[in-house]
């Protein structure tokens, strides 16, 4: 399985941007999909992660309100829409597949290179 996150970039406080993540080598409709984002000096945290079906969706607290996953099946991608962004929300965005529902980064097989999103106060 191969990932390809796009859609980073400059944006101002109060911004928005869409990541997209495609996938190919393999079907993405039977995976868990994840967004996760690590920070200069700091560790790869969780951001979203989506069902395969999309009937259940989880976000890391300081996003909530802000961010949405979703996912087009017939496309093989993922999205996450990030509105209201914060300097806070400054970093390498990183798109995972993974078997089954989980948070944890350990637990998804495949990844991403990243996208680099950097919001300017």
């Known amino acids: 399985v191969q990932l390809q996150a796009s859609g980073g970039g400059l944006v101002q406080a109060g911004g928005s941007l869409r990541l997209s993540c495609a996938t190919s080598?393999?079907?993405?409709?039977?995976?868990?999909m994840g967004w996760f984002r690590q920070a200069p000096g700091k560790e790869r945290e969780f951001v979203a992660v989506i069902t395969w079906s999309g009937s259940l969706t989880s976000l890391v607290d300081s996003v909530k309100g802000r961010f949405t996953i979703s996912r087009d099946n017939a496309k093989n991608t993922v999205y996450l829409q990030m509105n209201s962004l914060k300097p806070e929300d400054t970093a390498v965005y990183y798109c995972a597949t993974a078997r089954y529902y989980t948070r944890t980064p350990a637990e998804y097989a495949y990844w991403g290179q990243g996208t680099l999103v950097t919001v300017s106060s």
């Open positions: 080598g393999r079907t993405l409709s039977s995976y868990t």
